[in-house]
């Protein structure tokens, strides 16, 4: 090599060694995988127009996340089909995202069934422990952790309020989806409550849709009352429950302010935007490496209560003052 080209590999030798010094390591942008029921395209993006998915990305901007630079969303709907839960909890798990977030039972059934490695944050769930998704809310023990939507007791609670809306001696009746693992807690809340106070329960149980019409004139024969909606399978049929409800003249009680949104008349439950906005605390340590079998499921803190107007009006019913004085939310 002549000395010409020796102090030339010098000097470009001397330009890219700072070069190659200060390049910077590419980070990496976490894939978080969202499984919701109703449209996938609720969910999608940065600004999602469902507000449960918007709060929980609310919540991991306040923790200082930017979408598409530290993190994308993986986005699966059930499109209003619970017979696709199994489907989508596979089609998500396949994606191998970092983790994933999703709501409650049967959302959360299907994912214990298509991984036990891919953490999963709860956003509200009715009973973790009776469905044999943790071991116990303080020590998780698996891949799932998150939050609850109950208390031991929000459905006594829930009983009292519609006591004051609707008093008297007749039935309660209490409508729930047979086989729904999630409405094993709130019955036997419901059913100790009921029991300590005197008051009559009526159960009614459906297996699917088509069945609730069949339900309220049970109902109505029985000389029901009011109305308690418990589980996690009613939320997909929530608006025609409101509907039914409503014309059957039966006051209603529902397990949240979604049911309310839908028709309902009132609802008494964690506030669930809050909890979407919480989940985002469990991703971020998932995220910096805690495991959710060490991270204890948290039991709500915050509730409201929120009472539908119109559908009182549609009843002829008087809310009374006293009830609506508590109220966190009022739809006119």
């Not at 070069?19 to 894939?31: E, H, L, W």
């Not at 001696?169 to 409508?175: E, F, H, S, Y």
């Not at 529902?254 to 949104?261: F, K, M, S």
Request: charged share 20%; hydrophobic share 45%.
């Amino acid at each position: 090599m002549d000395r010409r080209a020796f102090l030339n590999g010098l000097a470009l030798g001397a330009f890219a060694l700072p070069r190659a010094t200060c390049a910077q390591p590419v980070r990496k942008v976490y894939r978080i995988g969202i499984l919701g029921f109703g449209p996938a395209s609720d969910m999608a993006g940065s600004q999602p127009p469902g507000p449960a998915t918007n709060a929980f990305l609310r919540g991991l901007r306040e923790l200082g996340y930017v979408y598409g630079e530290h993190f994308v969303t993986e986005v699966r709907g059930d499109e209003g089909r619970p017979e696709r839960h199994s489907s989508i909890a596979a089609e998500l798990v396949r994606q191998q995202v970092d983790v994933i977030v999703t709501a409650a039972s049967p959302l959360l059934a299907a994912l214990k069934q298509a991984t036990s490695t891919i953490p999963i944050v709860m956003m509200f769930a009715t009973d973790p422990v009776g469905e044999g998704l943790v071991q116990s809310l303080g020590r998780p023990g698996g891949n799932f952790t998150g939050l609850t939507d109950q208390s031991t007791e929000t459905v006594g609670k829930r009983l009292e309020l519609l006591k004051e809306v609707v008093p008297g001696a007749a039935p309660i009746a209490v409508l729930r989806v047979l086989g729904d693992r999630a409405a094993h807690l709130p019955w036997q809340a419901a059913e100790a409550a009921a029991r300590k106070r005197g008051w009559k329960l009526l159960l009614l149980e459906v297996r699917q849709a088509s069945e609730l019409e069949e339900a309220f004139r049970t109902a109505s024969s029985a000389r029901a009352g009011a109305l308690l909606v418990i589980g996690a399978l009613t939320y997909q049929h929530r608006q025609r429950i409101a509907e039914l409800a409503v014309r059957n003249r039966l006051p209603g009680m529902y397990a949240h302010r979604l049911y309310v949104e839908a028709g309902g008349l009132m609802s008494y439950s964690a506030d669930i935007y809050d909890n979407c906005r919480r989940a985002a605390v469990f991703v971020d340590k998932i995220l910096k490496g805690a495991k959710p079998a060490d991270l204890p499921v948290e039991q709500p803190t915050k509730f409201e209560l929120v009472i539908n107007l119109q559908a009182a009006k549609s009843m002829g019913l008087t809310v009374p003052q006293s009830v609506r004085s508590r109220a966190d939310v009022v739809v006119p």
